[in-house]
């Protein structure tokens, strides 16, 4: 049987989801979106495959949901969950199974322990599974160092470095990073949550640890602005010496005093791609990639981890949940 999915977010992720998952002969029932631009619209023609597809996008998500009877919802609308959340009920009460990429939904109980709660119980009520997911968190920082932990015989501490050039990602990546502002306007709109920069460093860290089973004692994380030394200039956005040009975060994740994890983010105009993964411990191994491409693997893993949570418990599910890492627990010193 083919199953029936409805893209809720038809943001360039969203979009690039409803690609993936049309190539993989998924099929695509519906399509939620609040953006008037979007709304009324075909599917098709958003996502500028230059031929509609007999499915408009729509902004009553409770109208879409019970006309398209979907197995499955792909949401990425937001990163904050208390934000989100509701739309994600909408979907689980319409008896869906939900993969979002809002950041803070992959490991929900840091930042809202109750509202997790609320939602792993409406889930299991109407037997459906909910997860989030994507490339970071879900990838880089955390399922990655775990399946790559499983060869030290013992572990010290994790250390991640992901870099990237954000010149070469989406528009509203490029805007949340703060691309062209000036250091006072970043600051306080970072304050303000106008703009976020990356979420989800805790998330990653409480997710890694968990899958390769450390109980953390703290989580520490923040964000600082990159200066421009000399002129960028993106698809967007023009940057002068002195104003921003992207941003460097970081997160740690402490057992007894000592940092144990470590990742970093750095995401600028013209950044080098790259990954970095430190292992320390016995032997110490250092990983390093050329970049993993943010926005299209975003959709991959939303899609390879579709039939898994397909055929998972009911549920707030996190990647633990799915990848067994448990011969990966090892004892840090
Ligand atoms: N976990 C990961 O690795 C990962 C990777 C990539 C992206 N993300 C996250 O995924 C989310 C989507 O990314 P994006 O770049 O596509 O974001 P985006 O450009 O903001 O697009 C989101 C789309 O959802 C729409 N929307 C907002 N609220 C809605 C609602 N209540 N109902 C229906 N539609 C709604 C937006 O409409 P308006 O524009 O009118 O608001 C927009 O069209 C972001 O939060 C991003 O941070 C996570």
């Not at 609040?34 to 409770?62: R, S």
């Amino acid at each position: 049987m083919v199953t029936r999915v409805v893209i809720y977010g038809v943001g360039p992720i969203g979009q690039l989801i409803t690609r993936v998952a049309l190539d993989r002969g998924y099929d695509v029932v519906g399509a939620i979106d609040i953006d008037p631009q979007k709304v009324g619209k075909d599917l098709g023609e958003v996502i500028g495959m230059g031929k509609t597809l007999g499915i408009k996008v729509e902004g009553d998500a409770d109208k879409v949901l019970k006309d398209s009877k979907p197995d499955i919802v792909l949401h990425s609308t937001g990163s904050f969950f208390d934000r989100v959340y509701p739309q994600v009920m909408k979907a689980v009460k319409a008896g869906a199974d939900v993969i979002s990429t809002c950041e803070t939904l992959s490991w929900p109980w840091y930042r809202y322990p109750d509202l997790a709660e609320l939602v792993d119980n409406y889930a299991k009520n109407h037997g459906v599974t909910i997860l989030g997911a994507g490339v970071n968190p879900g990838f880089v920082f955390d399922a990655l160092p775990a399946v790559l932990s499983v060869t030290l015989t013992r572990l010290d501490k994790i250390t991640v470095t992901r870099s990237l050039d954000a010149s070469k990602r989406r528009y509203s990546f490029q805007k949340k990073i703060g691309l062209g502002m000036t250091l006072s306007q970043f600051n306080e709109a970072l304050s303000r949550g106008e703009i976020t920069a990356h979420v989800g460093f805790a998330e990653s860290i409480l997710l890694l640890a968990n899958i390769i089973g450390l109980k953390l004692d703290r989580v520490e994380e923040g964000q600082e602005a990159l200066i421009a030394e000399k002129r960028y200039e993106t698809q967007y956005f023009k940057m002068e010496p002195g104003q921003i040009k992207g941003v460097i975060g970081h997160g740690s994740g402490f057992i007894g005093g000592k940092e144990v994890i470590r990742v970093e983010l750095r995401a600028c105009a013209g950044c080098e791609d790259f990954e970095e993964v430190r292992l320390e411990g016995e032997p110490l191994i250092t990983w390093r990639s050329t970049g993993t491409a943010g926005d299209p693997a975003t959709a991959a893993v939303i899609i390879n981890l579709a039939p898994r949570v397909l055929s998972a418990r009911p549920g707030l599910i996190t990647l633990k949940d799915l990848i067994n890492y448990s011969y990966a627990v090892l004892a840090l010193k």
